[in-house]
């Protein structure tokens, strides 16, 4: 869609006027919003370990509570939405309902999560790619060469208008999710291992094993899909479509993962699942990619291996496209350089700020790259962990923020009690066991030391404070 050059000026500043613009709908705002949970990568990857280091069989519960927390935050989180002019998500909510302080303190804590995410997806990409390459008897290309190609191309995206990510992206995400769904149809209609059952719904499944660990990996396979808020100056009718598809995202997500991991259970028998995810995890397999060789054959066994890299693809340029709009929005309130909000004249969209998340993801995996670090367990994991902790503080700071809110406007919850307060307050509890289980199962998740681990997870709490000195200078 081609964009007058009068909504937007190259060098003009959010502050000034400048906004972004498009019509994008709740399908577009969708695609991208689940395109950064990347599906087939979290069927691949974090659904094995829930199986293996979780509850075994019952894993699939844990991603159905993951879902369920997550809609109740969304209550909240879509019932202020109306009051919230700014397309900065976390960072928004928590300076309306909570000050300035907070505000910059979740601010801080978004860009480090989200740059953090970004930066280990593209160790995963290095090596998703490598192990194509080299299945089909290429030579062996050290990962960061890959990294460093994804993100020339990201960056190239990136610096277009948004309607032409979310082509790419919708592209991708219809593909992965379409073979992981042939794949569950061929184990449901083949009979499983052991014959199709609901053993994994059973209380005895579900209690077989620390259901906290399947709750924990099921919540990262969540990440950025409040993003749809981030979209709003780009969204046809923001007062309809975001809260639209705030609640269709979590629920694809949702549904999709639940099923997925029933069926990998299935797949292998429920009876033997998590020594079967184990035996994978130990050997450095892919417990997927060996169930669509048994079910589907090795055609779509190879389908699935090019879609995962795809599927990467899709989710570091998902969160490419996030981590600039909130860099463009705090430039544009005064938190960040002013150049940050310059708005493309041509494409409508922040190149600047993306330009500079280019440069700072291609600094990262250079040094990721110069220290020799492992592209899974080193970058990828580590970076994940610290995204998790990150976005869960900042689900249970915006859940605060919308309690903080409606209380001091009874004007504004007049007939909706439950949505503006008793749901956002109920959400602030299970978030804050959500980040208990985070915590004590942190080392799961990076796959590091104890010590390792401790530091990386105090990275979003020292953000937050600094975050708050910063704002609380402004304020001064």
């Given amino acids: 869609m081609s964009v007058p050059p009068t909504t937007a000026s190259s060098a003009a500043p959010a502050g000034a006027g400048a906004r972004l613009s498009g019509r994008l709908g709740v399908g577009s705002i ?28 019952g894993a699939p519960v844990g991603f159905v509570l993951a879902a369920a927390v997550l809609l109740v935050f969304s209550v909240g989180f879509v019932t202020m939405t109306p009051h919230v002019s700014e397309a900065g998500a976390f960072y928004s909510y928590v300076t309306r309902g909570l000050g300035p302080r907070a505000g910059m303190g979740s601010a801080y804590v978004a860009l480090l999560a989200y740059t953090a995410i970004q930066v280990g997806m593209y160790g995963y990409l290095g090596w998703a790619l490598g192990d194509l390459v080299t299945r089909y008897g290429g030579p062996e290309v050290p990962w960061w060469a890959y990294g460093f190609a994804g993100i020339a191309v990201v960056a190239l995206l990136g610096h277009r208008h948004i309607d032409l990510s979310s082509r790419v992206l919708g592209v991708a995400l219809v593909l992965e999710i379409g073979v992981v769904l042939v794949l569950d149809a061929a184990i449901v209609l083949r009979g499983g291992a052991a014959g199709v059952d609901a053993v994994s719904f059973t209380p005895q499944a579900v209690a077989s094993g620390p259901l906290g660990v399947a709750v924990l990996f099921a919540l990262t396979g969540f990440i950025g899909f409040e993003a749809t808020a981030v979209f709003r100056d780009e969204a046809r009718d923001p007062e309809r479509t975001v809260p639209r598809a705030t609640y269709l995202a979590v629920l694809v997500i949702g549904a999709f993962y639940a099923l997925s991991c029933w069926a990998v259970v299935v797949g292998v028998g429920s009876g033997r699942a998590q020594q079967v995810a184990r035996e994978s995890l130990d050997a450095g397999g892919n417990m997927l990619l060996d169930a669509a060789g048994t079910y589907v054959g090795t055609v779509l066994r190879d389908l699935v291996q090019v879609l995962l890299v795809s599927s990467v693809f899709a989710c570091v340029l998902s969160f490419h496209n996030i981590v600039a709009r909130y860099q463009f929005v705090l430039a544009g309130s005064g938190h960040l350089p002013r150049r940050l909000a310059a708005v493309h004249p041509r494409h409508a969209s922040p190149a600047v700020s993306s330009l500079v998340q280019t440069l700072t993801a291609a600094v990262l995996v250079a040094v990721f790259a110069l220290v020799g670090l492992d592209p899974l367990v080193g970058v990828f994991g580590s970076m994940a962990g610290v995204s998790t902790v990150g976005m869960v503080l900042l689900m249970l700071l915006t859940s605060v923020a919308v309690v903080a809110f409606f209380s001091r406007r009874p004007d504004l919850r007049a007939g909706r009690t439950g949505r503006a307060l008793l749901a956002p307050a109920l959400a602030v509890l299970a978030l804050a066991v959500s980040l208990w289980l985070v915590a004590s199962n942190f080392t799961l998740v990076t796959g590091g030391s104890a010590g390792v681990s401790l530091l990386l997870g105090l990275l979003p709490v020292a953000a937050f404070a600094a975050g708050a000195l910063a704002g609380g200078r402004r304020t001064a």
Avoid: C, E, K
């Fill in 30 to 57: 969708v695609f991208m919003v689940v395109a950064a949970a990347a599906p087939l990568t979290v069927v691949g990857g974090n659904v094995p370990l829930a199986i293996g280091s979780g509850n075994g069989a």
